[in-house]
T-cell receptor, first 114, second 114 residues
Framework: QQQVKQSPQSLIVQKGGISIINCAYE??????FPWYQQFPGKGPALLIA?????SEKKEGRFTISFNKSAKQFSLHIMDSQPGDSATYFCAADAGGTSYGKLTFGQGTILTVHP | DVKVTQSSRYLVKRTGEKVFLECVQD?????MFWYRQDPGLGLRLIYFSYDVKMKEKGDIPEGYSVSREKKERFSLILESASTNQTSMYLC?????????????FGDGTRLSIL
């Protein structure tokens, strides 16, 4: 019930295209959904996050879409650039007494070709 | 900027050795976490700590222990290293739960057990 399932495992997009990564969860106690971006040789860093009281959050070229009834959320990268090539992780936090523990998805390796 | 420093980028050890991985954060965070990252499996939580001398098991604690004697330092211990513990290990820290605080990661230690 704690699992977060992420797809696809890898994604290749041309420069200027839209990258879409999907995540699904089962635990209805999750109340915070961050996305992390990881470049080779670096640790993951927070990219954007959403709470379930909104259906969409946009920051620049990055948008999270959230569907509470379907228990799914997705990351959209508009106008994808080669510099966006990285591994992306979705995650979920149950809040309450979870001590900020995150349950991570399996990761998506994004490659943007010039 | 928050800085989470892991003592080694690369480490090679022998089967059966006791291995120590060290992590230090400079932002006075209460929470600290140890993850391992394996391709296709995402980030899996090994142990976390929400206060000095306090520790909680994560999803995959078998074969590991932790120590947190000072607020800024969190150590991961492989009691008797085995080849299946070859992996990338990531340390993270955050403020306490409440407001869904982001986790800040170190750049990882790539551990090889021969």
């Amino acid at each position: 019930q704690q699992q977060v399932k992420q797809s696809p495992q890898s994604l290749i997009v041309q420069k200027g295209g839209i990258s879409i990564i999907n995540c699904a969860y089962e635990n209805t106690a999750f109340d915070y959904f961050p996305w992390y971006q990881q470049f080779p040789g670096k640790g993951p860093a927070l990219l954007i996050a959403i709470r379930p009281d909104v259906s969409e959050k946009k920051e620049g070229r990055f948008t999270i879409s959230f569907n509470k009834s379907a228990k799914q959320f997705s990351l959209h990268i508009m106008d994808s650039q080669p510099g966006d090539s990285a591994t992306y992780f979705c995650a979920a936090d149950a809040g309450g007494t979870s001590y900020g523990k995150l349950t991570f998805g399996q990761g998506t390796i994004l490659t943007v070709h010039p | 900027d928050v800085k989470v420093t892991q003592s080694s980028r690369y480490l090679v050890k022998r089967t059966g050795e006791k291995v120590f991985l060290e992590c230090v954060q400079d932002m006075d965070h209460e929470n600290m976490f140890w993850y391992r990252q394996d391709p296709g499996l995402g980030l899996r939580l090994i142990y976390f700590s929400y206060d000095v001398k306090m520790k909680e098991k994560g999803d995959i604690p078998e074969g590991y222990s932790v120590s947190r004697e000072k607020k800024e330092r969190f150590s991961l211990i492989l009691e008797s290293a085995s080849t299946n513990q070859t992996s990338m290990y990531l340390c993270a820290s955050s403020f306490p739960q409440g407001g869904n605080q982001p986790q800040h990661f170190g750049d990882g230690t790539r551990l090889s057990i021969l």
